[in-house]
């Protein structure tokens, strides 16, 4: 039986390490598009005014993108974004009554991660409206 119990001592202390490394790299990943300044057409598009951005544009801002060819590689940091979200609210949900600080860290987190679509789908548009006039150039 002790055998059983470190295994799955183990295995656990193995998932929240995992956990964590995936939470570190997807904070890396809001951080670094938060240094990116969204173009004025994906602003209106968006209805982004600031760069503080609420959790609760996320899915809105999701449905926008799937809208636009996908050009690049963007598509697997937001699906790991997406599920960083997804983990930020069920903490949210377990953490904010007994830590009110966490509460607002996840806020603002959730606002980061709203933010990150926000720059792909402006990186979108700018592929798209590149492709429209690449073909609007007569061939000669």
């Known amino acids: 039986m002790t ?12 998932l929240l390490a995992l956990l964590q490394f ?3 790299y997807c904070h890396s990943l809001v951080v670094k598009s938060r240094r ?33 060819p ?3 590689d963007d598509g697997y940091p937001l699906g790991i974004v997406s599920a960083y979200f997804g983990l930020l609210g069920f903490a949210r949900v377990l953490l904010s009554w007994m830590v009110p600080a966490a509460g607002k860290w996840i806020d603002s987190e ?26 609007a150039v007569p061939l000669v």
Do not use: W
């Not at 055998?3 to 193995?14: C, E, P, Y």
């Not at 982004?48 to 999701?62: C, I, P, S």
């Not at 991660?113 to 429209?132: E, F, N, P």
């Open 22 to 24: 995936f939470a570190f």
């Open 3 to 14: 055998g059983a119990l470190s295994a799955i001592l183990i295995f656990g202390a193995s």
């Open 110 to 135: 959730l606002g980061g991660c709203s933010y990150l679509a926000a720059v792909v789908l402006d990186r979108r548009i700018a592929c798209s409206r590149m492709l429209i006039a690449r073909q």
């Open 70 to 72: 996908e050009p690049r």
């Open 36 to 68: 990116y300044e969204l173009s004025e057409h994906a602003r209106e598009v968006s209805g982004v005014t600031a760069r503080n951005m609420r959790g609760d544009q996320f899915k809105r801002l999701l449905q926008l993108i799937a809208l636009c």
